[in-house]
């Protein structure tokens, strides 16, 4: 499956962005479907995992569940986040990702079977 991610871009302090991720070539629905974002020089983190029919979903830590929404739409092919009241400390590169295995406990990049190319999204104060 070939991912890709978009709809990154810039947003002020406690505005929204909606990140879509687009898939072709496979099925969506073979695949449970992560975010992860990367910050500079950070590490790549899991955000949110969504489960292949959507039933299941899994937010990463407290503060994202409460802010960031996944969802999806296998007819469309698509899965997106929602992000809302949005920090400075979001900004990064929001990547998708998936794997054929179901949402884990604790996601890691280790758990991704296919990578989208990552999406910017810049926040400022």
């Known amino acids: 499956v070939q991912l890709q991610a978009s709809g990154g871009g810039s947003a002020q302090a406690g505005g929204s962005l909606r990140l879509s991720c687009l898939a072709s070539g496979s099925t969506l629905a073979d695949y449970a479907i992560a975010w992860f974002r990367q910050a500079p020089g950070k590490e790549r983190e899991g955000i949110s995992c969504i489960s292949r029919t959507g039933a299941n979903r899994a937010y990463y830590l407290d503060s994202w569940k409460d802010r960031f929404t996944t969802s999806r739409d296998n007819a469309k092919n698509t899965v997106w986040l929602q992000m809302n009241s949005l920090k400075p400390d979001d900004t990064a590169v929001y990547f998708c990702?998936?794997?054929?295995?179901?949402?884990?406990?604790?996601?890691?990049?280790?758990?991704?079977?296919?990578w989208g190319q990552g999406t910017l999204v810049t926040v400022s104060s």
């Open positions: 990702a998936a794997a054929r295995t179901g949402c884990p406990i604790m996601v890691a990049p280790t758990w991704v079977d296919y």
